[in-house]
């Protein structure tokens, strides 16, 4: 049962990545998906999440415009897409399993995830 992200690296602003979290071990396409990050001597932040269908989708609003969240259920991904990238997007980025299979609570909330991936860093240079 595990979360496995990837696709983080050295960008300059205004340039993009993509994010990807492969799930295996457990029935990903029944669990809503969330996106964090965090930099040094900083809580965690919600990045983006979005419903077992992708029909539902959240993003932080400073993220918003630049960062879209999407899955694949027949490959068991997540993505976050990331254009526009700012200095300030700096940090380890981690995709997360909501507990619920639906969304029972707040989304941005770091207790509702019960499965975390190790993280990839994105690194944005002005």
């Known amino acids: 049962v595990q979360l496995q992200a990837s696709g983080g690296g050295s960008v300059q602003a205004g340039g993009s990545l993509r994010l990807s979290c492969v799930a295996s071990g457990w029935n990903f396409s029944n669990y809503p998906m969330g996106w964090f990050r965090q930099t040094p001597g900083k809580e965690r932040e919600f990045v983006a999440a979005t419903s077992w269908t992708g029909s539902l989708k959240y993003v932080v609003d400073s993220v918003k415009g630049r960062f879209t969240i999407s899955r694949d259920n027949a490959k068991n991904v997540v993505y976050l897409e990331m254009n526009s990238l700012k200095p300030e997007d700096t940090a380890v980025y981690s995709c997360?399993?909501?507990?619920?299979?639906?969304?029972?609570?707040?989304?941005?909330?770091?207790?509702?995830?019960?499965?975390w991936g190790q993280g990839t860093l994105v690194t944005v240079s002005s």
């Open positions: 997360a399993r909501y507990r619920h299979s639906y969304f029972a609570g707040q989304v941005s909330s770091l207790d509702q995830y019960n499965l």
